[in-house]
């Protein structure tokens, strides 16, 4: 194997091993030294990568996001064009990648808990609003949203109320039940988006495909 190549693969085990370690202790109660014995490197191999624990918690961030929130694109083809359902299954999507996968966990748990000069945490909403947004502006289009909706508004309520679930979901039951929570909220928050008179006719359940984790190393 050459050399970039084995370098290559011990930065991708040590950004996995870091999501996994900053998921379960958080930033604060995670040491390098813990990243290393979970990769089973040496800290010259780590600093090789990552000269701080902000980079690391960086990479872990970005591992994540580069990939979500998924292009409308990719959305709408899995929902038969329809942008309402595509903003529903990413809700479900999303969801089910957070119960399943430690580096997303550990993605949302870095952006709460650490504080970082640089701008990728504040990205991480503002594309997630940005998405919704596209989204809901198409689904008005499509007449599947009321007329007279404040669509940006709107947006980062969903948002919100989105982070905020899952917050809860993790204090109070380590997101078992995160799928059955999206459920609700949609259930509680379709009547106010949909003209009146729609009917119900949207899938509230996870998609059947999933996004697949990226294992590439390259960052």
Not at 204 to 218: D, I, N, Y
């Amino acid at each position: 194997m050459r050399k970039k190549e084995r370098a290559e693969l011990t930065r991708a085990k040590l950004i996995k091993a870091a999501a996994t370690t900053f998921d379960d202790k958080g930033f604060r109660g995670t040491s390098l030294q813990d990243v290393c014995e979970a990769a089973g490197v040496t800290k010259g191999a780590l600093y090789f990568h990552f000269p701080s624990k902000d980079a690391l918690a960086l990479a872990v961030i970005e591992e994540h996001y580069r990939g979500w929130p998924p292009s409308v694109d990719s959305l709408l083809l899995t929902s038969d064009g329809r942008a309402l359902q595509a903003l529903v299954d990413l809700s479900f999507q999303f969801a089910s990648q957070l119960v399943g996968d430690p580096v997303i966990r550990a993605a949302v748990r870095l952006v709460f808990e650490s504080e970082f000069d640089e701008p990728e945490p504040r990205r991480a909403f503002s594309g997630w609003i940005s998405a919704v947004g596209t989204l809901l502006a198409q689904s008005a289009e499509q007449g599947d949203v009321r007329d007279g909706l404040d669509l940006p508004a709107t947006a980062e309520l969903l948002v919100g109320v989105f982070t905020g679930s899952q917050l809860v979901a993790q204090s109070l039951t380590g997101r078992k039940d995160m799928i059955e929570r999206i459920r609700h909220l949609w259930v509680c928050f379709l009547p106010g988006l949909r003209p009146d008179g729609a009917p119900a006719d949207l899938r509230l359940e996870p998609p059947a495909l999933e996004r697949p984790r990226v294992t590439s190393p390259s960052l």
